[in-house]
């Protein structure tokens, strides 16, 4: 008897379960946002959420890019910079579950050419120049450099000082990467049978974040020396402050070590008393070899074919042109990777050799006179 009561019990509670299983459903879910792919803008919010059509709760989880950020019915994305994001909805319960995916695309922020643009120079947002002879003077100070900022006709110059030294500098629009070259940038190199270069390699970088500072991955110009076995890519090198009208010391993270020397022609310290670190500075970049020689009893340096600033380029015809001149699509990201680019908005140069020189002429030190947006 007790055996037929259980059995009769189990049965019951089988019907029961089986009776409320068969009522209960997989969410039945409505997705404020319809659709699988959108584009929105940098800084700007999307409010995802998820609600029920037949008044039945559910779990709910949100997912950025393959990870976890909410377990709510609602997410709000702003996009912080340029890119593809994948939104991910799973809405479940006891009885099966529903998905559903975004793709957000963000595109660079770009700023139009007004009629009152100008295709010079319009903003010098960071100078730091390495230890040279210039340097805590006129043309290597931090008032010197905003000089170049719409110098129409290049009558100001700023100095870069030894290897690394640099100059970040926009316009009041984004360039526009067309065909042919894109950028020009004016420099001082003496062409001929002596000719004097003092080579920069130029860098760019879109405002990806939109915050209108060059805060964003940057961009090699590759030149016709970025291959060349004797360019080292990823170099270091870190100057000490003599405190003083002194040689300045320098090691790299290539395991060598020298000096920048002082001459009698410009008696002061020349490491740049402006920079934040006052005890060593340390600057980045690809190291392009030396060209320094002597043509007879002239000492020369000689330039480059073509893809550096301050260069008397024959492949960049200098000679006519009298400015170097830039195309978007050499563009490289650390790795050598080619990367197309629709538009930039900052720009830097900086000194790609490391030249001591002499006494007599001091180091080789980039100089950038201005620069102008050729597609204007």
């Not at 120079?121 to 043309?139: D, H, R, S, W």
């Not at 006709?153 to 700023?158: A, D, F, L, Y």
């Not at 110009?221 to 320098?250: F, R």
């Not at 002061?268 to 320094?292: R, V």
Request: hydrophobic letters at 35%; one cysteine or more; aromatic letters at 12%.
């Amino acid at each position: 008897m007790k055996k037929t009561y259980l059995t009769l019990m189990l049965g019951i509670a089988t019907l029961i379960y089986s009776c409320k299983k068969d009522n209960e459903a997989a969410p039945d879910v409505n997705l404020f946002i319809k659709g699988e792919s959108m584009t929105s803008k940098v800084n700007s919010k999307i409010a995802f959420a998820a609600g029920t059509n037949n008044g039945k709760g559910f779990n709910h989880q949100w997912k950025l890019d393959g990870k976890v950020i909410s377990t709510t019915y609602n997410f709000d994305f702003t996009p912080t910079t340029a890119g593809t994001y994948v939104i991910g909805y799973t809405a479940s319960n006891n009885v099966g579950s529903f998905s559903h995916q975004y793709t957000v695309t963000v595109p660079i922020p770009v700023v139009a050419i007004t009629p009152s643009s100008t295709k010079f120079i319009t903003t010098v947002f960071e100078y730091l120049p390495a230890p040279g002879q210039f340097i805590n003077e006129g043309l290597g100070s931090l008032a010197g450099a905003q000089k170049i900022i719409g110098d129409v006709n290049q009558t100001s110059m700023v100095t870069l000082g030894g290897f690394g030294g640099y100059v970040v500098f926009g316009f009041d629009h984004s360039v526009v990467n067309k065909a042919g070259a894109d950028l020009a940038i004016y420099g001082n190199p003496i062409g001929g049978a002596s000719p004097w270069a003092e080579p920069g390699i130029v860098m760019v970088s879109q405002d990806a974040n939109g915050n209108g500072k060059p805060d964003d991955a940057w961009y090699e110009l590759a030149g016709s020396e970025y291959n060349n076995p004797l360019t080292i890519k990823n170099y270091e090198i870190t100057y000490t402050n003599p405190k003083g009208y002194a040689n300045v010391s320098w090691t790299d993270n290539q395991g060598g070590s020298g000096t920048y020397d002082i001459n009698n022609f410009h008696k002061h310290n020349y490491y740049p008393e402006f920079a934040s670190n006052q005890e060593k500075l340390t600057l980045k970049g690809t190291l392009l070899p030396s060209t320094w020689g002597k043509n007879g009893g002239i000492f020369i340096n000689s330039p480059f074919a073509w893809g550096y600033t301050d260069s008397w380029s024959t492949g960049d015809d200098y000679a006519t042109k009298r400015y170097n001149s830039f195309d978007l699509d050499w563009a490289v990201d650390q790795n050598g990777k080619k990367i197309a680019l629709n538009t930039v908005d900052f720009v830097k140069v900086y000194t790609g050799q490391r030249e001591k020189g002499n006494t007599l002429l001091g180091e080789i030190s980039t100089e950038v006179k201005g620069a102008a947006d050729l597609g204007m």
